[in-house]
């Protein structure tokens, strides 16, 4: 059985995952090193002489294009950088104060640095903001007529462009969350978007403008307790939203895979599925970082789990499917968003201009969902999930284990 523990110390999350044994001490086989203050870079690089913070920028630029391998970086080192000098004294002060994670593995009884990133809000302090190029995103990004009216009068006095864009997307999430009865924290609704930590006074008030209620009244004061049934094991009575990267999590060894359902009525439904040994996570529209982190979890607790996606047939269901594929690195099984199942549905609804933008955008980056794609193209229709919840049931109640996910 595979554990993951986590534990605070000097500024750094260490989220360890470990092999249990009977008869030895468990062995360790992978460790993340999380920051947990919002990124500060000009004080972790003060503390550093002009080699070092050269040495330490670059280890940044690399690692906010994305997840890379350390080994990778220490190939193409170069005269003017010292892999061992950053391992042993600038990582750690990268990850307390300047937005970089690092992932290790254990390797001949001691850690070894594997991959490495850095979080999205380090880009503005990296010069990687370029209004133009921001606006360009959101223009394809946003689709209520609201925010997008917004993005056409371009940020207010006294708003960045960066705070600009966190805004837009904050807005257009609160409606797309809204819309499956479902209301953030403040601090999960930006962390949808970048920091969880990133809320101004300013930024507040212009959500508030944006969507034409107070702030209080778009996010929730108080914490969310995840949807989540099954052969699952921690210590506490429920999982937190803000606690998923500290509660200590096990997967019983019978568990069966994992269904990741959209939402909430058909969440209910399939939840009976928990007593057959399957996993049922609700995972409302977004998706929401803390459900990205707590699938991202259990796909390290146990690889060979395969993780079914069970969103609307329709092109925000494949979107869903997509960005939670993406976000947490998972193959996915698509028995519960097929086009067969698409052809059964009882009811359906016609498609509208927005659905055939978006069926066209996804034309060939729809994944292993290129076939309900075309066949919702094709076909003029798309069904809520509620419409074929039953048969969603029936479907995974006779199921065979599998073990082979599709890419």
């Known amino acids: 059985m595979r554990i993951e523990t986590s534990e605070e110390r000097d500024g750094i999350r260490y989220r360890t995952l470990e092999l249990k044994r009977v008869r030895y001490p468990p062995k360790p086989l992978r460790r993340t090193r999380i920051p947990m203050e919002p990124p500060d870079p000009d004080e972790a690089l003060a503390r550093l002489d002009d080699e070092r913070a050269t040495m330490a920028e670059r280890v940044l630029r690399e690692g906010i294009r994305g997840r890379r391998r350390w080994s990778t970086l220490r190939s193409k080192s170069g005269a003017h950088f010292s892999p061992i000098l950053v391992e042993t004294e600038i990582l750690d ?4 104060r300047a937005g970089l994670i690092v992932e290790d593995t254990w390797h001949l009884d001691r850690w070894v640095v594997d991959v490495f990133s850095v979080e999205p809000s ?4 990296l010069g990687l903001v370029d209004p133009d190029v921001l606006r360009a995103e959101l223009e394809e990004e946003l689709r209520r ?3 997008v009216s917004t993005l056409a009068d371009g940020p207010p006095g006294g708003i960045d462009w960066r705070s600009f864009a966190f805004v837009l997307r904050a807005g257009e999430r609160v409606l797309d ?21 990133a809320w101004t006074l300013r930024r507040k008030e212009l959500l508030a403008e944006l969507i034409g209620r107070p702030f209080e009244e778009i996010v929730n004061a108080l914490d969310r307790q995840l949807g989540i049934r099954g052969p699952l ?17 096990a997967v019983a060894d019978e568990a069966r895979g994992v269904i990741l359902v ?26 929401p970082p803390a459900e990205c982190e707590l699938i991202e979890r259990l796909a390290a607790l146990a690889p060979d789990l395969a993780f079914h996606v069970a969103f609307d047939l329709d092109p925000a269901g494949i979107r869903i499917a997509s960005l939670v594929r993406e976000r947490t690195g998972i193959k996915i099984e698509v028995a519960g968003m097929s086009p067969e199942l698409l052809a ?11 659905d055939r933008d978006q069926l066209a955008r996804l034309n060939g980056n729809a994944g292993p969902l290129e076939d309900l794609r075309a066949a919702i193209a094709g076909s003029g229709r798309k069904v809520e ?3 074929f919840q039953q048969r969603l049931l029936q479907l995974f109640s006779d199921q065979p284990v599998s073990t082979h996910p599709t890419q």
């Open 93 to 96: 002060d990268l990850c307390r």
């Open 122 to 125: 380090m880009r503005t302090w």
């Open 145 to 147: 007529p609201q925010i």
């Open 177 to 197: 969350l809204r819309e499956h009865g479902f209301k953030p924290s403040a601090r999960e609704l930006a962390g949808l978007v970048d920091h969880t930590k």
């Open 233 to 249: 094991t921690h210590p506490e009575g429920g999982i937190w939203a803000s606690a998923i990267t500290e509660i200590d999590l």
């Open 262 to 287: 959209e939402n909430a009525e058909t969440f209910r439904t399939l939840a009976v599925l928990a007593e057959q040994s399957w996993i049922v996570i609700h995972v409302p529209g977004g998706p």
């Open 344 to 354: 059964e549905a009882p009811r359906a609804l016609d498609v509208s201009d927005w």
């Open 385 to 387: 999930q509620e419409t």
